[in-house]
Nanobody
């Protein structure tokens, strides 16, 4: 069992930055890949990025590449999503999730956090 708790969301202006955190707990975390997803109202859940605990392999979707960065602090079992140059299209609920396989599909992820709202508006 893996428990995930996101934090760091909020209301920001276009062009601003936010850093989301996901605190993970549970056994054998090193075997998981941690993914970040987002879901805007009326839209499907969208893959954003992942990081693999075992070797820190990362991957960021093309839609946010160059603006978002995923990282981790393994000693604290925490992963981060650094989001820069935010725009209105980034408004969504952001979720972290854990999967035993390194994938980008939501259905491949076994555990999910409760989500944190990010709103970009002037």
């Amino acid at each position: 069992q893996v428990q995930l708790v996101e934090s760091g969301g909020g209301l920001v202006q276009p062009g601003s930055s936010l850093r989301l955190s996901c605190a993970a707990s549970g056994r054998t975390l090193s075997t998981y890949t941690m993914g970040w997803f987002r879901q805007a109202p009326g839209k499907e859940r969208e893959f954003v990025a992942y990081i693999r605990w075992s070797d820190l392999l990362t991957y960021v979707s093309n839609s946010v590449k160059g603006r978002f960065t995923v990282s981790s602090e393994n000693a604290k079992n925490t992963v981060f999503l650094q989001m820069d140059s935010l725009n209105a299209e980034d408004t969504a609920v952001y979720f972290c999730a854990a999967a035993l396989r390194t994938r980008t599909f939501p259905s491949e992820y076994n555990y999910w956090g409760q989500g944190t709202q990010v709103t970009v508006s002037s």
